[in-house]
């Protein structure tokens, strides 16, 4: 489906969607003026083409216990397809770490952390990050505050 190309009612379908995933198509089908039976085949559609990845609950990590965020720069020793490969094979295991990226610049990789507090923060480097040989450095910055996160897609 990646040939595909979208129109208006998709885009206002998936837009309705990461408003609110738990909207029934019946609703969706009302902002989208269409009946629910077509526009139940473009959400089935959208997601066999793989424009629908899955549907999430949003969570406040705050109220769970794992309100610090931090964004962790990774440089790994060298560049290497297998030291990357097994360095994203490792961080995939690790549930503190909610989003990696691989990266252009002075780093290999941004890591996204969540964490109860500073405290357990450094625990984490010492003894999680600190495990892994590849690392050559980190950089940690700490969110002070969050100002936006959409956890959407721009359409």
Known sequence: ?????????DLQILRALQENARLTTKEIAARVNLSTTPVFERMK????????????AVLDAGKLGRGFTVFCSVKL????????RDFISVIK????????????????????????DMKYYNEFIINVLGTIDSIG??????????????HGIFL
């Open 77 to 84: 020793k060298q560049m290497h397809r297998s030291v990357a």
């Open 45 to 56: 559609r959208l997601e066999r083409g793989g424009f629908i990845l899955g549907y999430v």
């Open 93 to 116: 295991d690790i549930p503190q770490v909610v989003e990696c990226y691989n990266i252009s610049g002075e780093y290999d990789y941004m890591l996204k952390i969540q964490a109860p």
């Open 137 to 150: 450095s980190i950089l940690s910055s700490f969110v002070m505050d969050e100002i936006k996160n959409t």
């Open 1 to 9: 489906m990646t040939d595909t190309v979208l129109d208006a009612v």
